[in-house]
């Protein structure tokens, strides 16, 4: 146990950094192994396939809420250290899977460590430093995640280079490292009985009808009309039921109320369509350049990189426009617009011959640019008109609205892209994708016009309370 005397604030944010990175990276890293999985579990689908993303992604979602309310209640600490075994133990097992199930199965497990690990680490966070420098150290945590996107790929190109089991097993001896300093360098938290439980049962229920409805889209091209519309309504009937539910229970996951505040609402659905769309084009790029082009997994991985890595120089620019009161609404609808932009030049430049310079890059870079401006400004404005008490909740499912979107995007790709044969099918379907992804992004843009607060007060000012910090995360 760390006593307060002996709390160091910097190595505490070094050890939650780290924490925050490793939840962020396997949401990005993986893509580039996809080929490669395939290849090693022949006779696959992509439809299969797409569930080693949609498994994680799922669970990720579904417990983000539930895991962060639970260590609030019996510790922060003991949720972090929970989080980060759960998380290693199940990378080694990814790594060793026999089968494409089996794997999927790790994933799901790896995704319930992963989910621990972002709200631990920011209560955690919050209780080491004082008001005035805690925003300085969420921006730093923050960064962690963006730092993750950007390198996930390059990353990923490296190590799936040698086998593409080595994108899970780099997670065990950084998990292991991160599990000691956390014992001995992170002081302990929580609120106590004061911290209600969620409505675990309802989380269940949500679980269920993402996974049904990623199922059916996924298997819209393998399955009957008929079995697709079964469990595609399914879904809907499990995510009524799970509404009503929220509206009797006294701890729902998702309170209704939070829905009648503008800004929190049309942020939400921003930044659902827009992850939609994310997902999809950065699978889309992947397999392109992997399936088509026949890019080295390196040289994918490099590809991917430079749309991600304008995303830290525009996010800055956004927060400076936020600071100076142009209404976040229109920052986020000139990012999702020029994210359209972006595939659409890609879309229209796509050739057999692979010519990245021209026919990716340009689009890719473009892209980015939106990305920077769209995604760090809706989770910074999310929560601005929420009352005091419901900002931790308020981020927590904007970032659970993120990792929906995520699954959704990836079954719509799988389901547009289908099975191609030859060059002339494949390069119809990915067009059609692309353009997809760029519909997805204008009615993102549409939605994010409903985001600016009533208050109209800046949301990315440097923040002094608590309050502000997290609504900032």
Not at 109 to 117: D, E, K, M, R
Not at 118 to 123: A, Y
Not at 442 to 456: D, E, F, K, N, Q
């Amino acid at each position: 146990m760390v006593k307060q005397s002996q709390v160091r604030p910097g190595a505490s944010l070094a050890v939650l950094s780290v924490a925050s990175f490793m939840a962020g990276l396997d949401l990005f890293i993986v893509n580039v192994a996809f080929d490669d999985i395939g290849r090693d579990f022949a006779g696959t689908s992509l439809a299969d396939l797409s569930w080693v993303l949609n498994g994680f992604a799922i669970v990720f979602a579904a417990l983000l809420v539930p895991l962060g309310r639970l260590a609030d209640r019996y510790g922060r600490k003991a949720g972090l250290l929970l989080g980060l075994t759960v998380f290693t133990l199940a990378s080694q097992a990814c790594a060793v899977a026999p089968s494409l199930w089996w794997l999927v199965a790790f994933r799901v497990v790896q995704a319930a460590g992963a989910a621990a690990l972002i709200p631990t680490s920011l209560g955690l966070l919050l209780s080491v430093f004082p008001p005035g420098r805690r925003a300085g150290a969420v921006r730093i945590w923050s960064s962690a995640s963006a730092l993750a996107a950007a390198a996930g790929p390059a990353v990923g190109g490296v190590l799936v280079d040698s086998s593409w089991r080595w994108v899970f097993e780099v997670n065990v001896p950084i998990g292991i490292l991160t599990t000691l300093l956390a014992l001995r360098l992170v002081p302990g938290s929580r609120e106590g009985a004061a911290a209600r439980v969620l409505d675990l049962p309802g989380a269940a229920v949500l679980t269920g009808a993402i996974a049904l409805l990623a199922l059916g889209v996924v298997k819209i091209n393998d399955w009957p009309g008929q079995r697709t519309a079964i469990v595609i309504g399914t879904a809907v009937i499990a995510l009524a039921f799970f509404w009503g539910r929220s509206r009797r229970h006294p701890a729902p996951v998702i309170e209704p109320e939070l829905l009648g505040v503008r800004t929190f609402a049309w942020s939400n659905a921003a930044v659902l369509l827009f992850t939609v769309a994310f997902a999809a084009e950065l699978l889309l790029g992947v397999l392109w350049m992997q399936q088509v082009w026949h890019y080295s997994p390196v040289r994918t991985g490099l590809g991917v990189a430079p749309g991600p890595l304008m995303v830290p120089v525009m996010a800055l620019i956004a927060g400076k426009m936020a600071a100076r009161r142009v209404p976040v609404g229109l920052i986020t609808a000139v990012g999702c617009m020029l994210c359209a932009f972006g595939v659409v030049m890609i879309a229209a430049s796509l050739d057999a011959a692979p010519a990245y310079a021209s026919q990716m890059l340009p689009g890719w870079l473009v892209g980015g640019v939106g990305v920077g401006l769209a995604l760090p400004t809706i989770l910074s404005a999310a929560a601005a008109d929420l009352p005091d008490h419901r900002f931790a909740t308020g981020s927590a499912v904007v970032n659970m609205s993120r990792q929906i979107g995520a699954v959704l995007g990836v079954s719509l790709a799988v389901a547009v892209l289908g099975s191609p044969h030859g060059y002339v099918d494949a390069h119809r379907a990915y067009v059609h994708a692309w353009l997809m992804v760029g519909a997805f992004m204008v009615i993102a843009a549409i939605a994010a016009l409903g985001m600016t607060p009533r208050s109209h007060r800046p949301v990315t000012p440097v923040p002094e309370t608590e309050k502000e910090v997290v609504a900032g995360t």
